[in-house]
């Protein structure tokens, strides 16, 4: 059974472009527990997508380091190299993958790929990122339209 679900995001706009990742994390009825933005100035898609991964990861083992916790993302490539079924060829995902695999105990965490159109809030928040990305500021979460009801 799921204790946390995180929904992660990133993209670039350009590729490589002003770049941004965000998460969230859920606990099982649905309640936003936490979510961040994290800007990352420029970068790949692919770097913006697993920067969301870990920083999903951080903020689920912030909340509980023992929960078992399944990460929805609609990136197919992070789920899929994630979850040992493709190979990480690139250098830069070899190392976030890597990254990403130590925040909590493999065996506590699975892998779920999701529509985009069910990633919406995750979406929001690395749009969120992107922007304050392209404007050179950090992210205001008190600004955030996704905001943790618990």
Known sequence: MTDLIVEADGGSRGNPGIAGAGALVRDPEGRILAAAAVPLGQAS????????????????????????????LDSKLVVEQMSGRWKIKHQDMK????????????MQVTYTWIPRAENGDADRLSNEAMDASAAGVRWDPAASAIQPQA
């Open 45 to 72: 898609n692919n770097v913006a997508e697993y920067t969301g991964l870990i920083e999903g990861l951080r903020l689920a083992r912030g909340i509980d380091p023992s929960a078992f916790v399944e990460v929805r």
């Open 95 to 106: 190392r976030l993958a890597v990254q990403a695999s130590q925040i909590l105990p493999p």
